[in-house]
C-alpha cells in the first residue's frame, strides 16, 4: 500500500532556531500534500496545502513565512519552521492523496517538535 | 458555526462487544466521510470512505453508516479486541478541495 514517509519523528531544538520536517511518498507521486499540527488530545488541524511546483496554499491564522513549505518534486514536500519558539512545539504530520476514491489519505507518522 | 462533534470522553467497553462511535456536524455538506484510527505518538491510518449516496459501507468488522438528514456517522467495530484500542477521528471531504477536516477523536478502550 501507499506508504509516507516523515522525518525526524522526533526534533528539539532552541529558541529562535529554524527546523526543516521531510515528507516523502515512497512508492506514489503525490501531487498534493497536506500539513497538519495537532496539540495533545486536540483534532488534526489543517495548515496548508502543498501543491508539487507551486506556491503552498495556507488555511487562515497560519503565518505562511513562520511555515514555510516547499514541494519541490512529486515525491518530496517539506515544512520549515523558522524562528522558533516554545508555542510552536507541537506534533506535525504530513498527509498525501494516492489514488484516491475508497482510499483515503496516507499519513506520514508525524513529528514531535520540542522548542526549549 | 461549523463544528465537527465526536464523544470526547472514552469509550470503554468489554472485550467482544460491539463499539458504536457517534461523529456529527453542523453547517457542513460534506461529500464524503472517512474514518481513520490513531494510535499515541503516530499518524492517523485510514480505515472506511463513506459518499453521500451511501448508507452503509462495510470492512470485516467495521462498519460505517452515514446520515445527510441527521448530519450523522455512526462507527461501528463488532466482536472487538483489545488491540482494537485507539483513538477513532472521524474527518469530512468536500468534492471542491481534496482538503479533510478532523473530528476531535473518540479513545475506545477494550477491556480483555
Known amino acids: 500500500g501507499a506508504v509516507v514517509s516523515q522525518h525526524p519523528s522526533r526534533v528539539i531544538c532552541k529558541s529562535g532556531t529554524s527546523v526543516k520536517i521531510e515528507c516523502r511518498s515512497l512508492?506514489?507521486?503525490?501531487?498534493?500534500m497536506f500539513w497538519y499540527r495537532q496539540f495533545p488530545k486536540q483534532s488534526l488541524m489543517l495548515m496548508a496545502t502543498?501543491?508539487?511546483?507551486?506556491?503552498?496554499?495556507?488555511e487562515q491564522g497560519v503565518e505562511k513565512d513562520k511555515f514555510l513549505i516547499n514541494h519541490a518534486s512529486l515525491t518530496l514536500s517539506t515544512l520549515t519552521v523558522t524562528s522558533a519558539h516554545p508555542e510552536d512545539s507541537s506534533f506535525y504530520i504530513c498527509?498525501?492523496?494516492?489514488?484516491?476514491?475508497?482510499?483515503?489519505?496516507?499519513f506520514g507518522s508525524g513529528t514531535r517538535l520540542t522548542v526549549v | 458555526s461549523q463544528k465537527i462533534e465526536q464523544n470526547s470522553e472514552a469509550l470503554n467497553i468489554q472485550e467482544g462487544k460491539t463499539a458504536t462511535l457517534t461523529c456529527n456536524y453542523t453547517?457542513?455538506?460534506?461529500?464524503?466521510l472517512q474514518w481513520y484510527r490513531q494510535d499515541p505518538g503516530r499518524g492517523p491510518v485510514f480505515l472506511l470512505l463513506?459518499?453521500?449516496?451511501?448508507k452503509e459501507k462495510r470492512k470485516e468488522r467495521l462498519k460505517v453508516t452515514f446520515d445527510t438528514t441527521l448530519k450523522q456517522s455512526l462507527f461501528h467495530i463488532t466482536a472487538s479486541q483489545p488491540a482494537d484500542s485507539a483513538t477513532y477521528l472521524c474527518?469530512?471531504?468536500?468534492?471542491?478541495?481534496?482538503?479533510?477536516?478532523f473530528g476531535s477523536g473518540t479513545r475506545l478502550l477494550v477491556r480483555p
Open positions: 502543498s501543491n508539487e511546483g507551486s506556491k503552498a496554499t495556507y
Open positions: 498527509s498525501a492523496r494516492d489514488r484516491g476514491g475508497d482510499y483515503g489519505y496516507t
Open positions: 474527518a469530512l471531504g468536500m468534492d471542491s478541495s481534496y482538503k479533510l477536516i
Open positions: 512508492d506514489f507521486q503525490a501531487t498534493t
Open positions: 463513506i459518499r453521500e449516496n451511501e
Open positions: 453547517n457542513y455538506s460534506p461529500a464524503y
